[in-house]
């Protein structure tokens, strides 16, 4: 295996494990069995990468490497048997920032990798992120992540495009994967302890014969 696929490799376990975690957090807050905490984990875990892999016609890479799923399991299993505990449910937030980052390069670099253009490289990377927590939200009756006014998409799209850009600048792996990774968990730590949000649309709702 050479270093760029090591290096995926190892960065799409610990993302979708991070995110499995996330989902099995959204199941604690709703009280949920054990069966739920696994189901939540792994389709929050894998969700983003399926639809990636489906998009850009590579193999879906969960299906031939259950490992990951084992590895969303084992991180449900670790959050079911914290138990009551008053901290979990505000680490969600920063265990779903620290994914989101880490796919947001997975993704976008997973798709460079297979020769897709860079721009549609960062869809891949923001798509990556965002899909497996948008199914988390739905299923567990939450605001959905796609509809609130936070910022949260926004750093995932500046975090695959920073990787993408330096990647195409023939900048190595590892530094442009940092770069981008740093710009994506910034952003969203800033949007989460200080409230950052882009402006809404300002025309408001139009009366009828306006």
């Not at 295996?1 to 376990?13: G, I, R, S, V």
């Not at 894998?46 to 879906?60: K, S």
């Not at 926004?154 to 442009?176: C, D, E, H, K, N």
Request: contains cysteine; glycine residues 12%; hydrophobic residues 60%.
């Amino acid at each position: 295996m050479d270093p760029l696929a090591a290096a995926l490799f190892w960065l799409d376990y610990a993302a979708a494990a991070v995110f499995g975690a996330t989902g099995a957090l959204a199941a604690a807050r709703r009280k949920h069995d054990i069966i739920t905490f696994g189901f939540f984990a792994a389709i929050t875990g894998v969700g983003g990468g399926t639809l990636r892999d489906l998009l850009i016609g590579a193999p879906v890479f969960w299906i031939q490497r259950p490992g990951y799923i084992l590895a969303c399991l084992a991180a449900a299993l670790v959050i079911w048997l914290l138990g009551q505990r008053g901290w979990r449910f505000r680490a969600l937030l920063w265990l779903d920032a620290l994914g989101m980052a880490a796919y947001a390069v997975v993704g976008t670099a997973k798709a460079l990798s297979l020769g897709v253009h860079p721009f549609t490289a960062v869809i891949m990377g923001v798509l990556t992120t965002a899909f497996g927590g948008v199914v988390r939200d739905v299923l567990a009756e939450e605001p959905n992540l796609l509809l609130r006014r936070e910022i949260y998409i926004t750093a995932a799209l500046l975090g695959a495009a920073v990787f993408a850009i330096l990647q195409w600048w023939r900048v190595p792996f590892w530094p442009a994967g940092v770069a981008g990774f740093a710009a994506a968990f910034c952003l969203r730590a800033g949007a989460i302890k200080l409230g950052w949000s882009l402006p809404g649309f300002m025309g408001g709702e139009e009366k009828a014969g306006d």
